[in-house]
């Protein structure tokens, strides 16, 4: 009964955007929900909230004045400020107890963009050709302001939650590992504000071919970064008289060890299981090689055969690499100095320590110097909770059917890993399915398809809905 409701609803939330991602210039009515996401969404994304001269706290203090509106008391959200215009706002919408939280985590920052570079302003909502373009148009405005309009329409709706639903809006998060400020300070500083059971975060998403929605992407794991700065020192001198001791031949060998050198395979849960789901998409040689991957014996050849795609390589193992060289002072003199930076990505379910040791007897020079620029910050991956597993995937199914939920470990980093290190499972979903031709996070012109991002605001409503229920 309440599946055909919602089958029902779906198909005319549906139906009510058909021909609309195309370039009409008519957009169809929205519902009142819709149309209170939208006017969130688009004052929150026409707040600067660059670090050069934003404002997160002016972000916060919109938000929070639209949580007011639809009844929350002033006692139920705390803004912090830990650094003027760099506010992080947290809200608490209780629960009955008989679950444990969840979190709701977004940043409101957003990264640089000017004016000039951009074909309209960065900061106004253009809203045309079945887009929204401004800069946080999704990453990340459009979780933090879906977010907002959930809670809001929950409220007004009096539901009751089974558990606490934390939302946290933060900053600084485009700013790296910054323990000072956003989600990473909140750990440190505000842990039983934020405490809970599990928690959404951005990561995820859907992907479409050629405007159709083929998988879903939760991501539950990123690889961990860290740097590395190798030295080999000499006395140097006139290069007229060669010695043995050249530091760049010292140098150059080693790096040449390490480009030769794979690190060793290591699956975990997530990565088997994105291998064997991916093998859905996939025909052929490449669709056998995922699923003896998947089956956690894989041959030789068959990981031989899949390293050779930098995704999959990524995927299978950590990877170190040589990412900048600098040697000599002079053409004329033998160089004192080889200096070069390598770079590592370490899979979440690895041993810093092993990776270092390993890294290390690849290198294998006595006179060489190694030293961690960016010690890692480890992150464990999210296990595959059924619970969690069964609302995104039925969620999934009752929108978008036929289209597949894959776990993914993402090689780049988000402030999921602050949670996870403090024993937070986070899952990053969304429900908005874009183009991979499409991802402009971060670049020029970013943009989501209008009604997808109105359709991932109605999985995650539901989503967040069935999680408290
Ligand atoms: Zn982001």
Redesign the pocket.
């Known amino acids: 009964m309440r599946l055909q409701r919602h089958r029902q609803a779906v198909a005319a939330t549906l139906l009510c955007f058909a021909g609309w991602a195309g370039a009409q210039t008519t957009a169809p009515a929205l519902t009142a929900e819709q149309q209170r996401f939208h006017d969130i969404y688009k004052e929150l994304v026409e707040i600067n909230t660059t670090d050069s001269v934003g404002n997160n706290t002016e972000a916060a203090r919109a938000l929070q004045k639209h949580l007011l509106a639809a009844g929350f008391k002033a006692d139920e959200m705390q803004l912090f400020e830990p650094f003027p215009r760099k506010g992080n706002l947290v809200v608490r919408f209780k629960g009955d107890g008989s679950k444990k939280p969840i979190l709701l985590l977004a940043?409101i920052d957003v990264v640089e963009a000017r004016r000039e570079d951009w074909k309209t302003d960065p900061f106004k909502l253009k809203e045309d050709d079945g887009y929204f373009t401004a800069r946080g148009s999704s990453?990340?405005k459009a979780m933090a302001a879906s977010f907002v309009s959930i809670l809001s329409q929950l409220r007004r709706e009096g539901f009751k939650p089974s558990r606490d639903i934390i939302l946290a809006l933060t900053s600084d998060?485009?700013l790296g590992d910054v323990p000072s400020n956003g989600a990473f300070w909140l750990v440190n500083h505000q842990r039983p504000l934020i405490d809970a059971e599990f928690g959404i975060n951005?990561g995820g998403g859907g992907q479409l071919n050629k405007g159709k929605p083929i998988l879903h992407r939760m991501q539950v794991a990123e690889k961990v970064y860290t740097t590395y700065k190798l030295e080999v020192r000499d006395v140097g001198g006139h290069s007229s008289l060669p010695t043995a001791t050249n530091p760049v031949y010292e140098l150059g060998a080693a790096l040449g060890r390490l480009g030769a050198y794979r690190f060793p395979v290591k699956l975990a849960e997530v990565t088997r299981t994105y291998f064997e789901r991916s093998a859905q998409f996939e025909t052929g040689q490449l669709a056998d090689d995922m699923r003896a991957v998947a089956s956690g014996k894989p041959d030789e050849a068959a990981v031989d055969r899949l390293s050779r795609t930098p995704l999959y390589n990524a995927t299978l193992r950590t990877t170190c690499v040589a990412t900048q060289v600098n040697a000599g002072h002079a053409e004329n003199a033998l160089p004192q100095s080889a200096k070069a930076t390598v770079n590592c990505r370490i899979l979440p379910h690895d041993d810093p320590a092993e990776v270092d040791a390993a890294l290390r007897k690849v290198l294998g020079s006595e006179r060489l110097t190694m030293v961690a620029s960016n010690p890692p910050l480890k992150s464990p991956p999210s296990p595959l909770r059924p619970d969690v597993m069964a609302v995104v995937e039925g969620l999934t199914q009752q929108m978008w059917p036929g289209v597949t939920v894959v776990p993914t470990m993402s090689t780049g980093a988000?402030d999921s890993r602050f949670m996870r290190n403090a024993g937070i499972p986070i899952y990053g979903v969304s429900g908005i399915f874009t183009e991979p031709s499409d991802a402009r996070?971060h670049g020029l012109d970013e943009r989501v398809a209008i009604p997808r991002l109105y359709e991932g605001r109605e999985f995650m409503y539901r989503m967040v809905k069935q999680f408290a229920q």
């Open positions: 940043h990453d990340d998060e485009e951005e988000t996070a």
